[in-house]
């Protein structure tokens, strides 16, 4: 699980996959990815459920830089990735993000 990342051949993009394990899902119905790459829209990306009860999503991202995110749960729980690459605080969340680095 977590984050997993391939590269294009020229380095320029990474395909990113998201993944929450069904224990940090806390029973959700519904994941949503949110974060710095779709506007922090809470309804933008949704994770599709695996047949184990992890959530899951792929992302092109371009590469050479940090992304914030989150994973809001059910609209009403945000939690962060247990694997990201790093945290970083945030003041208008009163936490810390997830980071991607890629």
Same mark, same amino acid.
């Given at each position: ?9 020229? $380095? !320029? ?7 929450l394990?069904? &224990?940090? +899902?806390?029973?959700? &119905? ?5 974060? &710095? @790459? $779709?506007?922090? /829209?809470?309804?933008? !990306? ?7 009860? +992890? @959530? +899951? ?11 914030? @995110?989150?994973?809001?749960?059910d609209?009403?729980?945000?939690? $962060? /990735?247990?694997?990201?690459d ?5 003041? @208008?969340?009163?936490? /810390?993000? +997830?980071?991607?680095?890629?």
């Amino acid at each position: 699980m977590g984050l997993r990342k391939k590269y294009n051949k020229g $380095n !320029t993009t990474c395909n990113v996959i998201f993944a929450l394990p069904k &224990e940090a +899902s806390d029973g959700a &119905e519904k994941v949503h990815l949110v974060g &710095e @790459f $779709n506007g922090w /829209d809470p309804l933008a !990306t949704p994770m599709k459920r695996g047949k184990g009860g +992890s @959530f +899951s999503v792929a992302l092109d991202l371009a590469a050479g830089r940090d992304y914030r @995110f989150r994973y809001l749960l059910d609209g009403v729980k945000w939690v $962060n /990735d247990p694997q990201a690459d790093r945290y970083e605080w945030c003041d @208008f969340a009163q936490g /810390d993000n +997830s980071v991607v680095a890629v």
